[in-house]
């Protein structure tokens, strides 16, 4: 059914920047607020940034605003993180899913980012 498949994490130097790329398929992408989470090994998943259906509101995680930027392509169903000027304590395995708590599909596999030097 819901598809949801991220993409874009690597190995990455402090200051550095990746984009993060989340493929969902099996539902109406339009229709629904949509979200990035991370997760370190043994850690709850927390919320960096949601993005409404319509890309008209973002809301950002205190650690990465001015640094992560939300983004979304209704057309492609596509969900995108821009991370800049990372830090090693955003290393984390980083998933997409709806941006409302407690109403989540099944989550992927993730990708992995790591900042170190």
């Known amino acids: 059914q819901v598809q949801l498949v991220e993409s874009g994490g690597g190995s990455v130097q402090p200051g550095g920047s990746l984009t993060l790329s989340c493929a969902a398929a099996?539902?109406?992408?339009?229709?629904?607020?949509m979200g990035w989470y991370s997760q370190t090994p043994g850690k709850l998943r927390e919320r960096v940034a949601s993005i409404t259906f319509d890309g008209a509101s973002t809301n950002y995680a205190a650690s990465v605003k001015g640094r992560f930027a939300i983004s979304r392509d209704n057309d492609k169903s596509i969900l995108y993180l821009q991370m800049n000027s990372l830090k090693p304590e955003d290393s984390a395995v980083y998933f997409c899913n709806r941006g409302v708590s407690g109403l989540f599909w099944d989550w992927g596999q993730g990708t992995q980012v790591t900042v170190s030097s």
């Open positions: 099996g539902f109406d992408f339009a229709s629904y607020n």
